[in-house]
Antibody, heavy 120, light 112 residues
């Protein structure tokens, strides 16, 4: 059974940092592209970042470019999101998502999400 | 404002057929990129409902189907059931500027 379990969310002040983790199991983690998708309270889904299977290629949404860094440790089957210079508008549930194929394939598995709240 | 446009809400009675539209542009759906659909039940994480090739994950009934034409796509649900009540999101890939993955704003389905 595929499982994606996020952790690391919490309350942080504006300008602060947080690192999210996503522990993956039940599939060949290194063969999958991985993404972070977020959902602000009461709002829709927004793509944040993507990393390819070996971690050599990443891609970020303009809204987080230069502030967020996606990475992965295939030996630990874990995905990360380092979030710096956090803003109030980064407040959201962050989902770890797998994508089995390339650019055009579906997001096949989603974690349960971890809530990040940026507030003073 | 989302790159893909969905109606905020749709509704139908049990047993009826409803459709949810997803309108994009020539930089996403119009280029031929697949449109995938996700279901988010109340208080839960989204999950893949059906991909752009009409393939459904195990456990998803064939009451759900998709179609696409030009710069738009649609999700059809037949034989509406109470537990279909959820938010539905379309998703594709956009090749404008640096390229990125895009979602619709979501549609709340209410079963009357």
């Amino acid at each position: 059974e595929v499982q994606l379990v996020e952790s690391g969310g919490g309350l942080v002040q504006p300008g602060g940092s947080l690192r999210l983790s996503c522990a993956a199991s039940g599939f060949t983690f290194s063969s999958y592209w991985m993404h972070w998708v977020r959902q602000a309270p009461g709002k829709g889904l927004v793509w944040v970042s993507r990393i390819n299977g070996d971690g050599g290629s990443t891609h970020d949404a303009d809204s987080v470019k230069g502030r967020f860094t996606i990475s992965r440790d295939n030996a630990k089957n874990t995905l990360y999101l380092q979030m710096n210079s956090l803003k109030a508008e980064d407040t959201a549930v962050y989902y770890c998502v797998s994508q089995g194929g390339g650019y055009y394939d579906e997001f096949d598995y989603w974690g349960q999400g971890t809530l990040v709240t940026v507030s003073s | 404002q989302s790159v893909l446009t969905q109606p905020p809400s749709v509704s139908g009675a049990p047993g009826q057929r409803v459709t949810i539209s997803c309108t994009g542009s020539n930089s996403n759906i119009g280029t031929g990129h697949d449109v995938h659909w996700y279901q988010q039940l109340p208080g839960a994480a989204p999950k893949l409902l059906i991909n752009g090739n009409n393939n459904r994950p195990s456990g998803v009934p064939d009451r759900f189907s998709v179609s696409k034409s030009g710069t738009s796509a649609s999700l059809a649900i037949t034989g509406l059931q109470a537990d279909d009540e959820a938010d539905y999101y379309c998703q594709s890939y956009d090749t404008s500027l640096s390229g990125y993955w895009v979602f619709g704003g979501g549609t709340k389905l209410t079963v009357l």
